[in-house]
């Protein structure tokens, strides 16, 4: 630990990275399950298959609860529409042109992954498709602003920065940020959605974050419905979530939820990708 961050070893990252993959193929493969007349607890159902099938067990499953709050009852969030982040899975049939986000975390031998990413069921309406791509490519900026001895703020303010950047007006979450990592799903710092360079925590070797923008296609403000878990946005406007787990080592920066560690994007970037032997 280092002010409260868990540094991770490079075989600790390594297990972080079979985490990554487990977590990026199942995303994939409901990505592409997903379609009109499906349910959420169809894919659901299809996540804990891919599961049990790598030998990985459920960062989500009976996460969190309380006296008033039900553990969280499945492997995925299923958010649609207007809503953002942790939908529960459930009779809800998917309709064409719904603007879906999964995010899905799973655990190997103790060390976690969470990735989440969105699209359109069948074609997409234009302004979704947009919301989708900008809120993907912010994640992308934030992932490609880490570099060692920068600080958790470089991120934040990349993500912003992007997103403000556009002709388009988008609201920006921010009752809910990306993370820390590791032995949990969820550690210290916290990395918003917004934020200025060279504040917040150090980037350290072996600092493993998640970095997840949710956007909206109106305002910035949330709400949580009845079931305790389901966070909509209160304009009733469409949202979109982009996810993934990434680290800095000393070589560059290693995206370890994405099936090829974020190299092409990275490089595209001009940051410099800089895997563990894996
Ligand atoms: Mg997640
Ligand atoms: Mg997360």
Same mark, same amino acid.
């Given at each position: 630990?280092?002010?409260?961050?868990?540094?991770? /070893?490079?075989?600790?990252?390594?297990?972080?990275?079979?985490?990554?993959?487990?977590?990026?193929?199942?995303?994939?493969?409901?990505?592409? $399950?997903?379609?009109?007349?499906? /349910?959420?607890?169809?894919?659901?159902?299809?996540?804990?298959?891919?599961?049990?099938?790598?030998?990985?067990?459920?960062?989500?499953?009976?996460?969190?609860?309380?006296?008033?709050?039900?553990?969280?009852?499945? +492997? /995925?969030?299923?958010?649609?529409?207007?809503?953002?982040?942790?939908?529960?899975?459930?009779?809800?049939?998917?309709?064409?042109?719904?603007?879906? &986000?999964?995010?899905?975390?799973?655990?190997?031998?103790?060390?976690?992954?969470?990735?989440?990413? &969105?699209?359109?069921?069948? $074609?997409?309406?234009?302004?979704?498709?947009?919301? &989708?791509?900008?809120?993907?490519?912010?994640?992308?900026?934030?992932?490609?602003?880490?570099?060692?001895?920068?600080?958790?703020? !470089?991120?934040?303010?990349?993500?912003?920065?992007? +997103?403000?950047?556009?002709?388009?007006?988008?609201?920006?979450?921010?009752?809910?940020?990306?993370?820390?990592?590791?032995?949990?799903?969820?550690?210290?710092?916290?990395?918003?959605?917004?934020?200025?360079?060279?504040?917040?925590?150090?980037?350290?070797?072996?600092?493993?974050?998640?970095?997840?923008?949710?956007?909206?296609?109106?305002?910035?403000?949330? $709400?949580?419905?009845? !079931?305790?878990?389901?966070? +909509?946005?209160?304009?009733?406007?469409?949202?979109?979530?982009?996810?993934?787990?990434?680290?800095?080592?000393?070589?560059?920066?290693?995206?370890?939820?994405?099936?090829?560690?974020?190299?092409?994007?990275?490089? $595209?970037?001009?940051?410099?990708?800089?895997?563990?032997?894996?």
């Amino acid at each position: 630990m280092a002010g409260g961050i868990e540094v991770k /070893t490079p075989e600790q990252v390594l297990v972080m990275r079979r985490a990554g993959l487990v977590v990026a193929r199942t995303l994939a493969a409901l990505r592409d $399950a997903a379609a009109p007349g499906v /349910t959420t607890a169809e894919l659901d159902a299809l996540a804990r298959d891919e599961l049990a099938r790598a030998g990985a067990t459920s960062s989500f499953l009976h996460y969190g609860g309380g006296w008033d709050v039900q553990p969280f009852p499945a +492997v /995925t969030c299923i958010s649609v529409n207007d809503e953002i982040v942790h939908g529960i899975p459930g009779p809800r049939v998917l309709a064409e042109g719904d603007l879906v &986000s999964v995010d899905f975390g799973a655990i190997v031998d103790g060390w976690h992954g969470d990735s989440a990413l &969105s699209f359109s069921v069948g $074609a997409a309406r234009p302004d979704d498709q947009r919301l &989708s791509d900008v809120t993907r490519a912010s994640m992308w900026r934030g992932i490609a602003a880490a570099r060692l001895g920068g600080r958790v703020g !470089d991120i934040s303010a990349a993500i912003q920065g992007y +997103v403000r950047s556009q002709r388009e007006r988008y609201g920006i979450v921010r009752e809910f940020t990306g993370h820390g990592i590791g032995s949990q799903m969820h550690q210290a710092p916290d990395v918003p959605n917004h934020g200025k360079r060279g504040r917040g925590p150090l980037l350290t070797p072996g600092i493993c974050l998640a970095i997840e923008p949710m956007l909206t296609l109106g305002g910035e403000g949330t $709400a949580t419905l009845d !079931d305790g878990w389901t966070v +909509v946005t209160r304009d009733g406007s469409r949202a979109c979530h982009w996810e993934h787990t990434m680290t800095v080592t000393k070589h560059g920066l290693w995206v370890l939820t994405a099936e090829d560690g974020g190299e092409a994007e990275l490089t $595209a970037l001009g940051a410099t990708f800089g895997p563990l032997a894996d």
